[in-house]
């Protein structure tokens, strides 16, 4: 047995996902379809109405960057931008007043790095690229990551600005502490690139949930949670409840589903309704999933109304609405 379709069988028999032998033998039902035209790529995709973030990595690639490079730069525009308060500096702090992010980014190749927990950097994405590229490792964590960071010429910063001090201090006169359905359009930025070559990457930057426990990590960092991609089929991002997504490992379920001739839209929408039947209180949370095939076709699905995502071709970032099920 070869060993694609020897990983592909042992990773779905240990999900409980069973197919037919015919499915799991066929040739890629993608490569029977038409070639999208080098005239529709570069193709950009990102959660929520993040416009400069796709703008930034939609124009780099219109002028022959590579995905990598693209998405990168793309959500490196909100990481540093002080108006979200969920994502890189600025991001709400967790109840003990720490602000620590996730990211990971995965290649057409397969390689993928990640940082969980990781303090004193604004740029999350650069750090996990690092570590895809300068160790045998997928993930580091805490001060391991931070130490890595500065041994790759990060700069130590402080996170935590005087925004997010000051709404922090106010949470902690009441400690409500529950996730905040659609939170003014800002959330996890996940971004998929198409570029020039038809080569699909992924990255996913996060703060985590405003005021969540010392030590909690979301499914932004989890390679098959957060995002995943194979280079032959497409890819998927997740945003919304961490938890959720996580027990579902549900961008992982988007490709694969993908790979046995699904569309990105139906296969966003059997992996929510995966969501919604394991999850009783469904209704008070929000999960959403974002994805693209390798023809470029785009699909998305969530729980609640409100989720929308941005889309970059042809030199024009359009606001989409997702559809959803509530």
């Given amino acids: 047995m070869k060993r694609r379709k020897f990983i592909n069988r042992s990773i779905l028999a240990g999900a409980g996902i069973t197919f037919s032998p015919s499915i799991l033998n066929a040739t890629n039902p993608l490569?029977?379809?038409?070639?999208?035209?080098?005239?529709?790529?570069?193709?950009?995709?990102?959660?929520?109405?993040?416009?400069?973030?796709?703008?930034?990595?939609?124009?780099?690639?219109?002028?022959?960057?590579?995905?990598?490079?693209?998405?990168?730069?793309?959500?490196?525009?909100?990481?540093?931008?002080?108006?979200?308060?969920?994502?890189?500096?600025?991001?709400?702090?967790?109840?003990?007043?720490?602000?620590?992010?996730?990211?990971?980014?995965?290649?057409?190749?397969?390689?993928?790095?990640?940082?969980?927990?990781?303090?004193?950097?604004?740029?999350?994405?650069?750090?996990?690229?690092?570590?895809?590229?300068?160790?045998?490792?997928?993930?580091?964590?805490?001060?391991?990551?931070?130490?890595?960071?500065?041994?790759?010429?990060?700069e130590k910063e402080d996170l935590l600005t005087e925004d997010s001090e000051r709404a922090y201090k106010e949470w902690l006169k009441k400690k409500e502490y529950k996730p905040i359905i659609n939170i003014e359009n800002h959330d996890t930025i996940g971004m998929l690139c198409i570029d020039q070559n038809g080569d699909i990457v992924s990255a996913c930057t996060t703060s985590g949930l405003s005021y969540k426990m010392n030590g909690r990590v979301g499914d932004s960092p989890i390679i098959g949670s957060g995002l995943f991609l194979d280079n032959e089929v497409g890819g998927a991002v997740a945003t919304g409840l961490g938890e959720a997504i996580m027990k579902n490992v549900s961008s992982f379920l988007v490709v694969e589903l993908m790979r046995n001739g699904k569309s990105p839209q139906e296969a966003c929408e059997i992996a929510i309704q995966r969501i919604i039947a394991r999850s009783p209180d469904f209704k008070d949370f929000q999960a959403a999933l974002i994805a693209i095939n390798k023809k470029g076709e785009v699909g998305s699905y969530c729980i609640q109304k409100g989720f929308t995502y941005v889309k970059y071709q042809d030199g024009t970032n359009n606001n989409i609405p997702s559809k959803y099920y509530i």
């Fill in 31 to 154: 490569n029977s379809l038409s070639p999208m035209t080098k005239s529709s790529f570069p193709i950009t995709i990102a959660t929520w109405n993040f416009a400069n973030a796709s703008l930034k990595a939609g124009e780099m690639m219109a002028q022959g960057a590579t995905a990598l490079d693209a998405v990168e730069q793309g959500v490196m525009v909100e990481e540093a931008n002080l108006k979200n308060t969920t994502v890189g500096k600025g991001g709400a702090p967790d109840r003990e007043g720490n602000v620590t992010l996730d990211a990971c980014i995965m290649a057409p190749d397969g390689n993928a790095g990640s940082v969980v927990y990781l303090k004193n950097n604004t740029h999350a994405v650069s750090v996990a690229r690092k570590v895809m590229e300068e160790t045998p490792h997928v993930m580091l964590a805490g001060e391991g990551a931070d130490q890595f960071a500065r041994e790759m010429g990060f």
